[in-house]
Every structure is written in C-alpha cells, then in structure tokens.
C-alpha cells in the first residue's frame, strides 16, 4: 500500500460533495468488508479442469464407446476397437476445449481490473488491494482506469466511460453527477477521459460485471434439454450393451 496523502482543497470539495462525507472510516470499511465480502469479481476454481474432465469421461456417450471399444478388443477384432477408441478423442476434447475457453475468457475478464484503486477513507486518500473495496466506499476515478466496482458518480470533470464489454455499445459515455442511469458506473468499465468521485454501491458477484461473470460460468455446467435427451439415449443403449455383452459372454461359456 503507497503511502496515504491528504486532500487537495479541490479534491476534499469533489469529496464532499456526498453528503459532505469524506469517505468510510477505516473501521467502518473493515466492518462491511466482513459483511459484503472481498470485491472478486472472477472466483478462482483450482479444481475446475479436473472436474470437467471428469463429468466428460462420465458423459454417457463416451462410456458406450469406451465399453464398445473395450468388448471389440475382449472379442479379438483390435481393428474396431481401434477406430473407436479414436473416435473417443474428439468426443472428450471438444467438451474440455470449449469450457477451458469459456474459463479462460472470464479470466481475462479479471485480470482486466488492476490490482489496487484508490479510495478516500478518513478524509485520506488511500492506495488499496481491490479486492478490499466494499459498498459506500468513495472511490477516485481517474482517465485510463478500468472500474473496480458498481456505483453513482458524486463529483466529475468531462468524465467519458467505455461501457461496451458489458452494453455491446462502441459509443462511449459522458457521465455527470445527477440523479439517472448517467450518473452510474460499472465495474470493467474503462475511464476514458476526465476524474472525478463515485460512491460504491456493488461489490464482486453483485456488480453487473459479476453477473455476467457468474451467468458464464453457470452456463458451463448447465445442460440444454437436447443434451440432456442425448443422455438419456445413451443410457439406454449403455444397459443394452452390457446385456448383449453379458449374453455373448454365456454364449461363448456354453459354446
């Protein structure tokens, strides 16, 4: 953490200007860091390549044809079971290709935030990890910043914000400090010109940027109706395989 530094008369006036608050006691942003949470946009999961791989290694489909595989080679035609044992690979790797991609595009996502924001806490201007942010937090806006949180702008100078990885829109927008959608800001929006002051008001899963990370990453792991059909299929015609391989078995003993 930089050293604190006080006010400027211009900056405590555009500090002020929230209820003429100059920010969180440093008790009190404690207190509601315990409440809210840290400000992490993006969770870690360590765990989550294993874990696909494996609910793709459970899927259904790759069963049969790993079972299918595995009765050719018992039965003595190692040609088919083969070619089969091939056909699992993009069956496998296409699942696991498609979620890494989906992981590593909210990765970057949050790594788009820097690592530190600066903030007024005691009439002080503070340099803190932005994972510490918390709700009603007074946070200084300066141009090239990438937001670190959801809030209502309370004193601005030509602030002009980049807002299109969450709208789709290339224009950018103007923001002033007056009641309206204007007057918001959100998380992984990029300052693009101007300073100015904004009062938090979200922090982490509860910003628009978390949703949209939380709604990817659920998207994930959730299943459409036609995959979940195809399942279904394929269960069915597991449990067929294994009775036919059970009978060829007894038709071979008897034999």
Not at 1 to 23: C, F, I, Q, V, Y
Not at 171 to 199: C, D
Request: with cysteine; hydrophobic share 45%.
């Amino acid at each position: 953490m930089m050293a604190p530094s006080k006010l400027t008369a211009s900056d405590k006036t555009g500090a002020e200007t929230l209820s003429g608050s100059t920010g969180l006691s440093t008790q009190e942003a404690r207190t509601r860091l315990r409440t809210y949470g840290p400000n992490r946009l993006v969770r870690a999961d360590k765990m989550a390549s294993l874990r696909e791989f494996l609910c793709t290694v459970a899927d259904p489909m790759a069963l049969m044809l790993a079972l299918a595989a595995a009765l050719y080679f018992w039965l003595g035609d190692p040609h088919e079971g083969i070619v089969l044992a091939i056909a699992l690979i993009p069956v496998l790797s296409v699942d696991v290709v498609m979620e890494a991609r989906s992981r590593n595009a909210l990765k970057k996502l949050g790594s788009a935030l820097a690592p530190t924001a600066l903030v007024i806490r005691d009439g002080i201007q503070l340099e803190v990890p932005s994972i510490e942010i918390v709700p009603g937090d007074l946070l200084v806006i300066r141009a090239g910043d990438v937001l670190h949180a959801d809030g209502v702008v309370t004193s601005v100078a030509n602030l002009t914000v980049d807002e299109s990885q969450l709208t789709g829109e290339s224009e950018p927008r103007a923001k002033i400090a007056t009641a309206g959608e204007q007057s918001r800001f959100y998380a992984g929006s990029l300052v693009l010109a101007g300073h100015g002051f904004g009062e938090v008001t979200a922090t982490g899963e509860s910003t628009r940027f978390g949703e949209i990370a939380t709604l990817v990453a659920a998207t994930d792991t959730t299943t459409t109706p036609l995959q979940r059909e195809t399942s279904k299929i394929a269960r069915y015609l597991v449990v067929i395989a294994i009775v036919l391989a059970i009978c060829i078995f007894l038709a071979l003993l008897v034999r």
